[in-house]
């Protein structure tokens, strides 16, 4: 059994965890009620902006766009959003793992052959690729730092012009999809090239759609405007979901970590106690076999 210094310095060394543990929680928690309130607001915006293109998309003549163009793949980017802290449970380790399934599961060909980029935003998940043997094409760590839709926008635009010019000839992006503050959905989704929507709806819908709307001034100037603003929109919002998700899961693994250090106090307190108890008795034995021994 451990000496009663050793115990206590571990009782110590225990309580000052746990302040930094309650500390990280509040901080996270404070956090996660802003980023919540702001994907909260975003969803209905972009949920409904995305209808309004795939009826546009319904209601047209079939027409060849830059962001519908299904090619050959012959390189692909794979974007993966974490995070630049860790102490944040799985978030990060989920999503490199997804991606590591995904190169090898579907892209395992064009991998052998260099063709597959991974772009990392958040420094985590390019540590956790990097040792893992896998070379990083791009990273960006100051956009979930510095969240906002206008701080995105180059960025994005950058995306649609890599694709449109033939950089890449599809783009993934994997990240946590914010459900509360102890779920996280780790998401997969194609951001380009986008669906066209023959391929999700049924006949009778489309035929319906066709006659909804009157479009002006023209329809090649309503995808040209709306089209970008859709992507825009739905990459903001993935950004969103991730930083909710960071602090949710920040705040849950720090709320666990402060039991579990109450949970090992106590039985540090227990071991304490005993110890204790078992010095008291061995000097009483040992004043009470002096008394004697003096005594004979």
């Known amino acids: 059994?451990?000496?009663?210094?050793?115990?206590?310095?571990?009782?110590?060394s225990v309580g000052s965890t746990k302040q930094i543990t309650n500390a990280m929680k509040m901080v996270s928690a404070a956090k996660l009620r802003k980023a919540q309130d702001a994907i909260i607001q975003m969803r209905p915006y972009a949920w409904k902006l995305h209808e309004i293109l795939q009826h546009c998309q319904m209601c047209m003549p079939k027409k060849e766009t830059p962001y519908y163009s299904h090619r050959e793949l012959k390189k692909v980017l794979i974007i993966t959003i974490g995070s630049n802290r860790g102490l944040c449970g799985a978030f990060n380790i989920n999503v490199c793992k997804k991606a590591i399934d995904l190169i090898a599961n579907d892209y395992?060909?064009?991998?052998?052959?260099?063709?597959?980029?991974?772009?990392?935003?958040?420094?985590k998940p390019e540590d956790y690729l990097k040792a893992k043997g896998y070379t990083i094409a791009?990273?960006?760590?100051?956009?979930?730092?510095?969240?906002?839709?206008?701080?995105?926008?180059p960025f994005i635009q950058s995306l649609l012009d890599n694709?449109?010019?033939?950089?890449?000839?599809?783009?993934?992006?994997?990240?946590?999809?914010?459900?509360?503050?102890?779920?996280?959905?780790?998401?997969h989704e194609t951001f380009l090239p986008l669906s066209m929507p023959e391929e999700f709806c049924t006949p009778e819908e489309i035929d319906t759609a066709r006659y909804s709307y009157i479009i002006e001034p023209s329809e090649d100037f309503l995808i040209s405007r709306l089209m970008p603003k859709v992507l825009r929109t739905e990459f903001y919002k993935a950004l969103l979901d991730s930083v909710a998700s960071e602090f949710g899961a920040r705040m849950t693994s720090m709320y666990k970590a402060s039991d579990n250090a109450d949970n090992l106090t106590k039985e540090l307190?227990?071991?304490?106690?005993?110890?204790?108890?078992s010095s008291i008795t061995n000097e009483i034995i040992e004043i009470v076999s002096g008394a004697d021994a003096l005594r004979k």
């Open 138 to 153: 791009h990273t960006r760590h100051d956009l979930i730092e510095q969240l906002s839709f206008e701080n995105t926008i």
């Open 1 to 12: 059994m451990a000496n009663l210094k050793e115990i206590r310095t571990r009782i110590e």
């Open 269 to 277: 307190q227990m071991q304490y106690n005993k110890a204790r108890q």
């Open 163 to 187: 694709f449109t010019n033939g950089s890449y000839d599809r783009i993934e992006i994997i990240y946590n999809q914010f459900k509360n503050a102890a779920v996280q959905i780790l998401t």
């Open 108 to 123: 395992q060909e064009l991998a052998k052959a260099n063709m597959v980029d991974i772009y990392c935003i958040g420094k």
